[in-house]
């Protein structure tokens, strides 16, 4: 049974480093200010107390053991001492080449109505131009 509850707690080490990650992914894809990454961070530490909580009471029948807590903390460590940031790098590439296949058609469509508007802008302002001024007419 113990040795179940360490898999489990490192399991959820790793697992909370995961959805650190996503945080940071959606950080890098989303420019954060300094006040949203403080909540952020903060609110994933109250996830993971939660997490911890939750997983000493369903695997080890509510009953946390400091090898437990420690374990998670080496699991996230782990997490990130082997994928860390290639994990977050590998997935904003992937979101970027993503958005650019999808931003590709739409701007093939979106083009030519842009450089319409553009000239019926044009013209507009050239007969403005043209016209005489209200002034005059008086």
């Known amino acids: 049974a113990n040795i179940d509850y360490f898999l ?3 399991l959820t ?8 990650d996503l945080i940071k992914l959606t950080r890098r ?6 006040i949203l990454i403080n909540l952020e961070d903060i609110l994933f530490l109250f996830l993971a107390g939660i997490i911890c909580v939750l997983e000493a009471y369903v695997v080890n029948n509510g009953v946390i053991r ?9 699991g996230f ?4 001492l082997i994928v860390g940031e290639k994990l977050v790098d590998l997935l904003f590439g992937i979101s970027n080449l993503i958005a650019r296949i999808l ?3 739409i701007r093939l469509i979106v083009k030519p109505w842009i450089k319409i508007a553009e000239n019926i802008k ?3 302002r050239e007969k403005m131009a043209q016209m005489p001024e ?3 007419l008086n």
């Open 134 to 136: 209200n002034n005059e």
């Open 29 to 34: 894809m989303i420019k954060t200010k300094d």
């Open 103 to 105: 931003i590709f058609p």
């Open 66 to 74: 400091i090898y437990s807590l420690l374990t998670e903390i080496a």
């Open 8 to 10: 489990w707690s490192l």
């Open 122 to 124: 044009k013209r507009r």
């Open 77 to 80: 460590v782990l997490y990130r």
């Open 13 to 20: 080490g790793v697992s909370l480093a995961l959805i650190y």
